[in-house]
């Protein structure tokens, strides 16, 4: 399965961005996927998960800003990021569980300014 992220860029504190991820096959033949996001010198943290049943969950702190959401129909899964705060400056990476393997997109650099 191959990834494609992309939506990152710079934005104000407070602003919104919404971010893509592009898979390469069927997200019906996907189990479940979800973005992650890494900050400098912190470990990478999973953001938000779809799994194949639609079931949705959150990391706390981003409860209530964030929705993961997919389009089928693109084989596309999104993060619309609401209420962005500089603490959520990272890369974020989008990634799919596979036949028991989980695959990577490249990472789109998110940047909130203060």
């Known amino acids: 399965v191959q990834l494609q992220a992309s939506g990152g860029g710079l934005v104000q504190a407070g602003g919104s961005l919404r971010l893509s991820c592009a898979a390469s096959r069927s997200l019906y033949s996907i189990n479940d996927m979800g973005w992650h996001r890494q900050a400098p010198g912190k470990q990478r943290e999973l953001v938000a998960l779809l799994t194949s049943s639609f079931t949705t969950r959150y990391a706390d702190i981003v409860k209530g800003r964030f929705t993961i959401s997919r389009d089928s129909a693109k084989n596309t899964v999104y993060l619309q990021m609401n209420s962005l705060k500089p603490e959520d400056t990272a890369v974020y990476y989008c990634?799919?569980?596979?036949?028991?393997?989980?695959?990577w997109g490249q990472g789109t650099l998110v940047t909130v300014s203060s």
């Open positions: 990634n799919a569980m596979y036949n028991s393997r989980a695959y």
